[in-house]
């Protein structure tokens, strides 16, 4: 039968996204791990940690983004290295060829930066839940609290350092617009009207970088479609068929960026793990503002 103009187009489904049935119907396979990936600012004030025992998706397991880190680095959850990450994953009872669905308590957060993660080091069935644990309660689904024990495994990690932007990569992206970077935190604080959440931080932004706050690409605590995500790079003046490096505060937003872009086929070239924390403590880089 032929498709007639009035016929909706069939969404292809997106592949990074688990649904909340899906997780709940193989919640007790062996070889699939529910991940709590929640992490909160400083000035939020929340214990993410404490609020996963007080009640998370049974047998989820936490990550913890800032001690699953690099410590040597002054900089905040630095990506770790490979023996690190295989150990600490290990130890949660994730293992080689695991499925991996990563949620947050806030609906589409920091799981983005712990998929991310997890690509990184060498994961190939790595998801996140749509909607989160926002959507898992809200559904009625059952809660457990306390921490999840999972008998240890082995994850061997090995580390992809070509989607991870480094500072001297930005620097050239900006200097011969060979990349456009593109920054995921507020407006406010992209012009240097808002005080950063880090103390030391200069406000601003880089020269020439672009602003999608990543609010714009997520609606109710999930992805947003397509057209919106498109629609949202491209009112910021980002050209889609170019190479883009994705910026925040400290890499963790910028990931929601990545996880939206990679949704549209259109995978950016990197994430600046050091980001602001980064570019915004170093008195000898440019900073605008407005």
């Known amino acids: 039968m032929l498709r007639t103009d009035n016929d909706p187009i069939p969404l292809r489904p997106n592949p990074w996204l688990k649904s909340t049935e ?3 119907a193989h919640l007790r396979d062996r070889e699939v791990v529910a991940v709590d990936g929640s992490y909160f600012l400083p000035t939020q004030k929340r214990d993410a940690h404490a609020e996963y025992r007080a009640g998370h998706i049974p047998g989820a397991v936490f990550f913890d983004i800032e001690a699953i880190s690099d410590h040597s680095s002054e900089l905040p959850h630095m990506l770790p290295g490979a023996t690190q990450f295989g150990d600490a994953v290990g130890a949660l009872g994730i ?31 790595v998801f996140i839940l749509d909607g989160g644990l926002p959507k898992w309660k809200a559904e009625g689904r059952p809660l457990e609290t306390g921490d999840a024990k999972r008998s240890a495994r082995r994850f061997h990690a090995e580390m992809d350092i070509g989607p991870v932007a480094m500072l001297a990569d930005v620097r050239m992206a900006i200097t011969d617009r060979s ?3 593109v920054d995921a935190r507020s407006a406010e604080r992209f012009a240097g009207r808002a005080p950063e959440p880090r103390a030391g931080l200069r406000s601003g932004h880089m020269p020439g970088s672009f602003n999608v706050p990543f ?17 949202a790079f491209a009112a910021a ?52 503002r407005g």
């Open 215 to 231: 609010e714009r690409v997520l609606e109710n605590g999930r992805l947003a479609s397509p057209e919106r995500i498109e629609a």
């Open 237 to 288: 003046g980002v050209d889609l068929d170019k190479p883009i490096i994705t910026s925040c505060g400290s890499g963790v937003t910028a990931a929601i960026l990545a996880l939206a872009l990679d949704s549209i086929g259109r995978p950016p070239k990197g994430l600046y793990d050091g980001s602001w924390s980064e570019w915004g403590s170093r008195p000898d880089l440019p900073v605008e």
């Open 22 to 24: 899906w997780l709940a």
């Open 179 to 181: 990349s456009q970077v």
């Open 95 to 125: 293992g080689d060829g695991d499925t991996v669905v990563v949620y947050d308590s806030l609906g589409l957060y920091s799981a983005a930066r712990v998929w991310w993660t997890f690509r990184i080091f060498g994961a190939t069935k």
